[in-house]
């Protein structure tokens, strides 16, 4: 009899330190992750996943853990998909909590003005594995923040959705009502790339504005470069003569009036610049490498002869 109720209380006590254990492991054991950040794929097998939540568990912690993940994956909450922040004094609960929740882990996607199609691709890729190239009207150049389990396709609406909201502030603008959201858009690409700061930028619009109404033809660098390469890389060499006579239509040395197409990603303050309407008497203007900066003239005797002056000082 004594016997009989000594296995009694030693499989009481077994039963009563196992369920302990668990609870213990359960909600005080915190796991050894070997980063703070992790990763799911959309579809990716369940497996894999918990082998990178307990991979540097013990092989029994291991195997609970990995029951609880499975049946809380297949009865409780399904696992979600994207980039999950843990905090390393995680217990099991607090992960599978995290997991199966929406991401807590935000991307910080900045589009850099000025920036071209090859040089943003190359970028997203570091957030996506699979990108399409992003339209330069799409988006404004700015800094998103997106829940890292979005898609890129919802990255890109977000985005599209926020250039929208933008210019919903001027509707009611003179520069927007003569010429379009769109063709705001490229002369702001044009602006964007050719313009050193918020000065020069004014300037700059305030001459692109004046030969749009005397019907002259733009003849900006920045176009020439775009229809050689068409924002697909570097072009690493100084333009030259026959470049500006390029038949293409974004060369602006040889098309009359507004290009098609943006050149590039433009940022919110060129394009509230451009809308500012800037006013000068100027039409004409080159950079000078030795100042920095560039040199502006209201007719094409000052012009032709600060930059004379200019070529000389460089030879």
């Known amino acids: ?43 990716e097998p369940t497996l894999l996943i918990i082998d990178k939540i307990t991979n540097n568990e013990n092989y029994f912690e291991r195997k609970f853990f990995n029951f609880i993940i499975l049946i809380t994956d297949k009865y409780y909450q399904p696992i979600n998909y994207g980039k999950f922040s843990i905090n390393n004094k995680s217990n099991i609960i607090k992960i599978l909590k995290i997991i199966t929740s929406t991401s807590n882990y935000n991307y910080k996607i900045t589009i850099v003005e000025g920036w071209e199609k090859y040089q943003l691709n190359k970028y997203l890729h570091s957030y996506y594995n699979e990108i399409d190239d992003i339209p330069y009207n799409q988006l404004i150049a700015n800094t998103y923040l997106i829940d890292s389990s979005k898609s890129f396709n919802d990255f890109t ?36 790339k050719e313009g050193k700061d918020k000065y020069d930028k004014s300037l700059i619009s305030s001459v692109i504005l004046n030969r749009l109404n005397k019907n002259m033809k ?40 507004i290009p098609s197409k943006m050149i590039c990603y433009v940022g919110e303050e060129t394009i509230r610049i451009l809308l500012e309407n800037p006013k000068s008497d100027f039409l004409f203007y080159f950079y000078n490498i030795l100042e ?24």
């Open 157 to 192: 609406l977000f985005a599209h959705n926020y250039k929208k909201n933008f210019f919903k502030e001027y509707l009611d603008n003179k520069l927007i009502k003569e010429y379009g959201i769109n063709k705001i858009l490229v002369l702001a690409s044009l602006i964007e």
């Open 218 to 257: 733009l003849q900006i660098d920045a176009s020439v470069i775009a229809s050689i390469t068409e924002g697909e890389y570097k072009l690493d060499r100084p333009l030259n003569i026959k470049d500006l006579k390029y038949n293409h239509p974004l060369n602006t040395y040889i098309i009359d009036g």
């Open 1 to 43: 009899m004594e016997a009989q109720i000594l296995r009694y209380y030693l499989s009481l006590f077994s039963f009563l330190f196992i369920f302990l254990y668990l609870i213990f492991l359960l909600f005080f054991k915190n796991i050894n992750l070997d980063n703070n950040i992790i990763s799911i794929e959309k579809g």
């Open 292 to 315: 920095k900066k560039h040199i502006f003239s209201k007719n094409f005797t000052d012009h032709r002869k600060r930059l004379n002056e200019y070529r000389k000082k460089i030879k």
